[in-house]
């Protein structure tokens, strides 16, 4: 089935920084999304973006679906920010696949 | 409505009782998902109807667990004689295709504790 891979695993920033996620796939992109997950565990929707860039305030995402990945751009990060930021791509089946999520803390 | 609604938000139960989930998708969203996440974990794909389709049960973990939809809208999570190991934050999407572009919305979750 399909592998979403996401990288890295964890992150801690001082706040203001800049950061880049990466998500990879196994297979070709599918309805993208890129998710954040707040501390109370809301699962927040970011972008929907199978291609191409989008932009949102500091965050912004691309995905090169012909090279299989996508990355999501945080700027000046800040406390809010902290949590989990998941991948997710459907597998035409019906299934969301997650990736394991990229574990982000902003320090003050 | 709005968003995706899932009540209650929080759910203590005792060792041996019988739960019930609610999901509200939003109206109009042809699928509806249900996962579940433990403490510290990823997301645990549980069920998944799509229209008039049958269900995709393959994530349910024992037969305690079942769901149904009705009228293809709102859904009920039912677990059966809970466990501890059933304690989770039980999460539900929708999602509506169209035109091939399938964006899925959470709700806010409920969490449940089996004591």
């Known amino acids: 089935g399909i592998q979403v891979e996401q990288s890295p695993p964890d992150l801690i920033l001082q706040e203001g920084a800049n950061s880049t996620l990466r998500c990879n796939f196994s297979?070709?992109?599918?309805?993208l999304q890129w998710f954040h997950q707040n501390p109370w565990g809301q699962l927040i929707n970011l972008f929907y973006?199978?291609?191409g860039t989008k932009q949102n305030g500091r965050l912004s995402a691309t995905t090169v679906a012909t090279e299989r990945y996508s990355l999501l751009y945080i700027s000046s990060s800040q406390t809010t920010d902290s949590g989990v930021y998941f991948c997710?791509?459907?597998?035409?089946?019906?299934?969301?696949?997650f990736g394991q999520g990229t574990e982000l803390s902003v320090k003050p | 409505g709005a968003g995706v609604s899932q009540s209650p938000s929080n759910k203590v139960t005792e060792k041996g009782k019988d739960v019930e989930l609610r999901c509200d998708p939003i109206?109009?969203?042809?699928?509806l998902y249900w996962y579940r996440q433990s403490l510290g974990q990823g997301l645990e794909f549980l069920i998944y109807?799509?229209?008039?389709?049958?269900?995709?049960k393959s994530g349910l973990p024992s037969d305690r667990f079942s769901a149904e939809r009705t009228g293809g809208s709102v859904s009920t999570l039912t677990i059966q004689r809970t466990q501890q190991e059933d304690s989770a934050v039980y999460l539900c999407?929708?999602?509506?295709?169209?035109?091939?572009?399938?964006?899925?919305?959470f709700g806010q979750g409920t969490r449940l504790t089996v004591v």
């Open positions: 999407a929708s999602s509506f295709a169209l035109g091939g572009v399938t964006e899925a919305f």
């Open positions: 297979d070709s992109v599918n309805n």
């Open positions: 973006i199978p291609s």
């Open positions: 997710i791509q459907d597998n035409q089946g019906g299934k969301l696949i």
């Open positions: 109206s109009g969203h042809t699928a």
């Open positions: 109807f799509q229209g008039n389709s049958a269900p995709d």
